[in-house]
Nanobody
Framework: QVQLVESGGGLVQPGGSLRLSCSGS????????LEWYRQAPGKQRELVAG????????MYADSVKGRFTISGDPTMNTLYLQMGSLKPDDSATYYC???????WGRGTQVTVSA
């Protein structure tokens, strides 16, 4: 059974940083593409960043380019999202997702507020 567990969310001031982690079990991360999505209240879930372990290709939503960095440690089966220069609009629940699958984590809440 595949399980994805996110952690690292919290309350941070505008301009601050957070690092999210996604730990996987029952799956070998290096064989897949992994993604971070986010969903704010009343809004659709949106793709934030993606990583393909096999070729180390990354992609980012325009709204986070230059501020967020996706990375991973396949030996630890862990995916990361380093978030910097955070804005109130970045407030959302962040989810880990295995590309082209129905495997999702339960999310971790990020709140950016003064």
């Amino acid at each position: 059974q595949v399980q994805l567990v996110e952690s690292g969310g919290g309350l941070v001031q505008p301009g601050g940083s957070l690092r999210l982690s996604c730990s996987g079990s029952g799956i070998v991360f290096s064989a897949y593409g992994l993604e971070w999505y986010r969903q704010a209240p009343g809004k659709q879930r949106e793709l934030v960043a993606g990583l393909t372990f096999s070729n180390e290709r990354t992609m980012y939503a325009d709204s986070v380019k230059g501020r967020f960095t996706i990375s991973g440690d396949p030996t630890m089966n862990t995916l990361y999202l380093q978030m910097g220069s955070l804005k109130p609009d970045d407030s959302a629940t962040y989810y880990c997702h295995v590309r082209d699958s129905n495997w999702w984590g339960r999310g971790t809440q990020v709140t950016v507020s003064a």
